[in-house]
């Protein structure tokens, strides 16, 4: 029996409020006390079959948004908007609906949780044999709402995955001396966590899948109001290297970073009205 079952149509799948509370208290000890930061990692959090229809309908790369570069590689995202599959898109509102909503709430203690409609950043992501995620600490300002980014919710869609292939998801400590856990993206395992600056974590060694094979995954994120963190300077995704390793720096990022640190904020006010 899945974590959390889905009710209403086949194309129009919801989540039962009271399931989500209380799934959400019972596992909110474990999620909470987790190291190297809150996080939880769950099988079957979505029972396989309501999943693989999702699988069979996934799109053409055709609609995705890539990126290739140091840091991430072959690495695919599909925004919800450009899905044609009723099933799928509709799974993306009920992450966003108020009874998950409230299983988040429950679980990570966070209160005032809000779901991001304009899924900036989220979707339907793919990772192609040879690419990678290197480890990174997530973007923490949402431009368009101007709110806090505070917990991310994974949900795998890999049948027979094998460990030969490589893509497990790694929790690094805060220091980015160790990795704390790793976790194989199987069919319906989620991994949900806390997005804070020092929340290091990536798939970072190459792919080695048999040709045709890709590492597929739901990624939804959740924020609160900005005054929550309102002492937390903004920042982009910022990836970290690991030691002794060939991970390049991303000192573009870096740069930017410390000018807006160092500036006056008058003049960094001035800069985006010119913008």
């Known amino acids: 029996m899945a974590v959390l079952e889905l009710t209403g149509s086949p194309t129009s799948p919801r989540f039962d409020e009271a399931q989500c509370v209380a ?21 079957d959090f979505i029972a396989p079959d309501a999943l693989r229809p999702i699988i069979a309908n996934f799109p053409p790369r055709e609609k995705a948004v890539s990126f290739s570069r140091d840091q991430e590689k072959l690495k695919y995202q599909f925004h919800p908007d450009s899905l044609e599959d009723d099933l799928t898109y509709n799974l993306f509102t009920a992450l966003n609906s108020q009874p998950f909503l409230r299983f988040l709430t429950a679980l990570t203690g966070i209160e005032g ?33 101007n709110v806090r980014r505070r917990i991310n919710v994974l949900i795998y869609l890999n049948e027979d995955w094998k460990d030969e292939y490589g893509g497990h998801l790694e929790l690094w400590s805060k220091d980015m001396k160790t990795v704390e856990r790793s976790v194989a993206p199987i069919l319906g395992r989620s991994v949900i966590f806390n997005t804070d600056l020092d929340s290091y974590h990536g798939h970072p060694d190459p792919l080695t899948t048999p040709d045709g094979i890709s590492r597929r995954s739901i990624a939804t ?49 001035a800069v985006r009205r010119l913008k």
């Not at 799934?23 to 099988?43: K, T, V």
């Not at 899924?119 to 997530?138: M, Q, S």
């Not at 300077?233 to 573009?252: A, C, V």
């Open 23 to 43: 799934a959400g208290e019972r596992l909110a000890a474990e999620y909470q006390n987790a190291s190297p930061f809150p996080h939880i990692a769950i099988d």
């Open 113 to 145: 949780l809000i779901a991001d409609p304009y899924f900036a950043g989220g979707g339907l992501h793919e990772t192609l044999r040879g690419g990678h995620l290197g480890v990174h600490a997530d973007f923490n300002r949402h431009k368009k709402m």
């Open 221 to 269: 994120y959740y924020y609160t109001s900005a005054q929550s963190l309102a002492d937390q300077p903004d920042r982009t995704t910022n990836f970290k290297r690991r030691p002794q390793s060939n991970d390049k720096e991303d000192f573009s990022v870096k740069a930017r970073e410390l000018v807006r640190d160092l500036a006056p904020p008058a003049l960094l006010r």
